[in-house]
Each structure stands twice: as C-alpha cells, then as structure tokens.
C-alpha cells in the first residue's frame, strides 16, 4: 500500500465510514445514542473543531441514521460552514434563555426517558446529569480511533514530512 501524504480535509464518505465504525459499537452496548462532549472526537466525526469554554457542544450519535449536532445559536453558521458529513442541527439559546431553550431542555428534544446512552468518560458531570435516559460511561470513539484509515495514515505521514524538513532547517542554522 502506498501512503499518500494529504493535507486536505477528510471526504464525506471517510467520515460516513467512521460514523458506521461508532454505530456498529455502540450495537455492541445496545445503545439508542452515543454522546459526544470532547472536541476531539466530535472533530474526528465531523470535521468541526472547537474549543470549549462554558457553552456545551453536543454531538448525539443515533443507534442508526444522522448524527444531531446541538450547539449554542450564536455558533451555527460556524458549524454548518466547517462540517463535512450529514448532520441534522440543533441549537440552544444562552443564558438567559427563554423556556424550554437551553441546551439541557433541547437534549430531551432527542433523548428520551427510556434510551440507553452512551457517554465518554470524560464527559463533565453537568452533561451526563442532563441526560434523561440511562447512561453509560464508555469510550467508543476514542476505541475506533485507535486503528487508522488511509486518509488518517496520510495525514501522519504530511505532518511528519513537514516536521522532517523543519528539524533538516534548523540543523542547517545550528
């Protein structure tokens, strides 16, 4: 197999292969959604990267189908503009937000009493509070990380050609 180094951001079909990956464990947990709260994963499965600050970003695997992207109204155009596979989107209004707006009231427009949820262990306390069906902490995207596809092999190797010709300068300076 020969790697080619790239640049570029994933296709929409390497990130349709890497939401399968997640589906087909969380089958394996009998769960109804997965939800993600690290960035990184949420990147990894969307190509929208974030820092987070006070304001939740949601993204809600279901067992099949689209993904929901819940995030706060004042950053969907910023989503819409950097995500590259199919998601459906739901935003919260920030504080003070009229009745039924914030982010924990719009989680129970998608969960419901009765899901089994899955959440990534590091997913803060207020999050996993908020889901109203039950929840399980275990690591599935971070799991499917772990093997890498040929787009991602392609990444590594650009970055290591670029880290490659900074070390070769700076051993020419020095």
Not at 5 to 31: G, I, N, W
Not at 41 to 50: D, E, G, P, S, V
Request: glycine letters at 4%.
């Amino acid at each position: 197999m020969e790697i080619q180094a790239s640049c570029s951001h994933p296709e929409k079909s390497e990130l349709t292969t890497r939401l399968k990956q997640v589906q087909e464990k969380m089958s394996e947990h009998d769960l109804d959604f997965y939800l993600c709260h690290d960035p990184a994963n949420i990147f990894y499965l969307t190509n929208f990267a974030n820092f987070v600050h006070e304001r939740p970003f949601i993204l809600l695997v279901p067992a099949a189908g689209d993904m929901t992207f819940l995030m706060p109204k004042l950053e969907e155009s910023h989503v819409r503009s950097r995500a590259v596979c199919e998601l459906n989107y739901l935003h919260y209004f920030e504080f003070p937000a009229p009745a039924g707006e914030m982010w924990h009231d719009r989680l129970q427009d998608v969960i419901q009493p009765g899901h089994r949820v899955g959440v990534e262990s590091l997913c803060p306390w207020s999050v996993v509070q908020a889901v109203p069906g039950n929840t399980l902490a275990v690591d599935i995207v971070d799991e499917v990380r772990q093997i890498k596809s040929e787009y991602e092999i392609g990444r590594i190797a650009y970055t290591c050609e670029l880290l490659s010709a900074g070390h070769a300068q700076f051993r020419i300076r020095t």
